[in-house]
C-alpha cells in the first residue's frame, strides 16, 4: 500500500511539473481582513495540495491513535475479564462447597478489578443475606441496583429479602418493578400472590389469579391454576363469614359452587351463612341434599352435629341408615352411625353397628377404641381390655382425624384447605390410619 501511495505522490508531481511549464501566471490571493498576495497557479495547487494532505494526515493520525487507545483498552478490558471470569467462577465452586469464606474473598476481588460486576455484588448480597446479616445484604443488591435499575434478578434479591423482614410493602413493590418490565413473569406473580395471600387480600389475589391463568403456557398449569382460582374464591367467602359479610360469602359460595358443584367446602360454608342467617331448616337441607348427592362423610358429620344440636336425632339416624342400605361396604359411616348410638347413649344399637364392621385384617384405633368402651359398658372387662391393646394411643378421642387425600397428612380440626400441601376441598376420614404419620 505504501508504494503505490508513492507512485500516485510522484505521478502528482510531474503532472504538475508538466502544467507548470505552460501554466506561469499569476494569481493574487486576498486574505480576509489581511494582506494581498501574489502566486504562480502552480504554487497555489501545489501549497493547496499540500495543506490537504497535512489536513489528512492529522486525520489518519487521530484516527490511527484512536484504534491504539481503543484496541489497549480492549486488551485491557479483555485481561481483566479473563481474570474476574476466573475469579467468579472459582467464587461460584466455593459457594457450592459452601466455602462462604473463600467464596466472599474471591468476590470482593472481583469487585476491586471491576467495582460494577452485578453478579459479584449479587453473591456477596446472597451471602450475607443467608448469614442474617440482611443490612450489608441490602447495600449490596443496592449497588447492584444503582447501576442496572432494570436488572430482574436483583430485582428478586431485593423482594426476596424484603419477604425475609416481613417488609409486605417493599418486596410487593419489587414485584411490581418486575412487572412493569415484563409483565407476563409468572415467578413474580406467583410471588405476588403468596405475599397478597398472607396478607388476606382476597379481591386482589383473585384479580391476580386471573391473569395468572391468562398466562399459563400448558393446559396442565392451566388446569392447576383454574384449581388455584376456585379456591382462592372459596377463601374470599371463608373471609367475609368471619367477618359476617354473609352476602359477600353467600354469593362467593355460590359462585364457586357454579363452577365446581362437588366442592365440598363451599357447601358447608353456605350451611354457615344460612344457620348465621336463623335459617336452620335450610342449612339441614342442603346438607342432606348435598350428602346424597356426593356421599361426602364430611358434610355427613356436620349434619349431624347440626340435628343433635337441633334435637333431631331420629331424622339423622334414618339418613345413616338409608346410606348404609344403598352402600353396604362403606365403613366409615358405619363407624359414624355407631359412634352416633354411643353419643347417643344406644349402647346395644352401637355394639351391633360397630361389631358388624369388616376392617379387612385393618388396624382401626378409633373403632377398638370405641369397642372397648361399649364393653367396659356391658361389663365384660376382658373384652374391653383386648380392645383397648389393639388402640396405640389410650389417650386418643373417639373423634376421627381428618386426612388430606392428596399429601397424607392427618389433622384433628377440619379445613376446607390443607395446610401441608395448599390444596382445597381434599379432607376425608381416616379410620384406618392409612394417613397417619
Known amino acids: 500500500m505504501g508504494k503505490i501511495s508513492i507512485l500516485i505522490f510522484i505521478l502528482f508531481l510531474a503532472v504538475l511539473a508538466f502544467f507548470a511549464m505552460d501554466n ?36 489518519f493520525a487521530v484516527r490511527d491513535t484512536k484504534k491504539f487507545i481503543d484496541r489497549w483498552q480492549y486488551q485491557k478490558k479483555k485481561k481483566q475479564d479473563i481474570k474476574t471470569n476466573d475469579l467468579y467462577s472459582r467464587a461460584l465452586n466455593f459457594l457450592l462447597s459452601h466455602n462462604e469464606a473463600e467464596a466472599r474473598e474471591a468476590l470482593e476481588e472481583i469487585l476491586a478489578e471491576d467495582p460494577g460486576h452485578i453478579d459479584a455484588l449479587l453473591r456477596l448480597g446472597d451471602i450475607y443475606a443467608a448469614e442474617g446479616d440482611y443490612q450489608k445484604a441490602n447495600s449490596y443488591y443496592q449497588k447492584a441496583k444503582n447501576i442496572n435499575a432494570g436488572n430482574l434478578e436483583t430485582l428478586f434479591a431485593i423482594e426476596g429479602l424484603m419477604e425475609k423482614n416481613s417488609r409486605w410493602t417493599e418486596a410487593l413493590k419489587c414485584i411490581d418493578d418486575i412487572l412493569d418490565i415484563d409483565n407476563a413473569n409468572l415467578t413474580a406473580m406467583y410471588k405476588k400472590r403468596n405475599i397478597l395471600e398472607t396478607l388476606g387480600r382476597w379481591d386482589d389475589l383473585i384479580d391476580l389469579q386471573k391473569t395468572i391463568l391468562k398466562h399459563e403456557h400448558t393446559e396442565k398449569d392451566r388446569q392447576r391454576e383454574h384449581q388455584n382460582l376456585i379456591g382462592y374464591k372459596y377463601e374470599y367467602g371463608r373471609y367475609s363469614l368471619e367477618n359476617n359479610q354473609m352476602e359477600k360469602a353467600k354469593k362467593a359460595f355460590k359462585t364457586v359452587l357454579r363452577i365446581d358443584k362437588d366442592f365440598i367446602p363451599a357447601t358447608l360454608g353456605i350451611a354457615e351463612v344460612m344457620l348465621g342467617e336463623g335459617e336452620t331448616e335450610g342449612a339441614v337441607n342442603l346438607l342432606e341434599k348435598t ?43 358405619k363407624f359414624l352411625l355407631g359412634k352416633l348410638f354411643y353419643r347417643l347413649e344406644m349402647v346395644d344399637d352401637a355394639f351391633e353397628t360397630l361389631i358388624g364392621i369388616d376392617t379387612g385384617g385393618a388396624s382401626y384405633p378409633e373403632l377398638h377404641h370405641l369397642l372397648g368402651s361399649l364393653y367396659m359398658r356391658k361389663n365384660q372387662p376382658e373384652e374391653a381390655v383386648r380392645e383397648f391393646k389393639k388402640v396405640i394411643d389410650f389417650k386418643k378421642t373417639l373423634r376421627l382425624p381428618y386426612c388430606c387425600k392428596n ?23 381416616d379410620l384406618d390410619s392409612t394417613c397417619r404419620t
Open 24 to 59: 506561469k501566471e499569476i494569481t493574487t490571493i486576498k486574505i480576509p481582513f489581511g494582506d494581498v498576495y501574489e502566486l504562480p497557479k502552480i504554487a497555489l495547487i501545489i501549497l493547496s495540495s499540500a495543506a490537504g494532505a497535512l489536513f489528512m494526515f492529522f486525520v
Open 291 to 333: 350428602y346424597e348427592s356426593t356421599n361426602s362423610n364430611i358434610v355427613l358429620a356436620r349434619l349431624e352435629d347440626l340435628l343433635i344440636s337441633i334435637g333431631e336425632p331420629a331424622r339423622l339416624i334414618r339418613i345413616y341408615k338409608n346410606s348404609i342400605s344403598k352402600n353396604p361396604d362403606d365403613q366409615v359411616t
Open 407 to 429: 399429601c397424607r397428612q392427618t389433622s384433628e380440626e377440619w379445613s376446607g384447605r390443607c395446610p401441608a400441601c395448599k390444596h382445597w376441598n381434599t379432607y376425608k376420614f
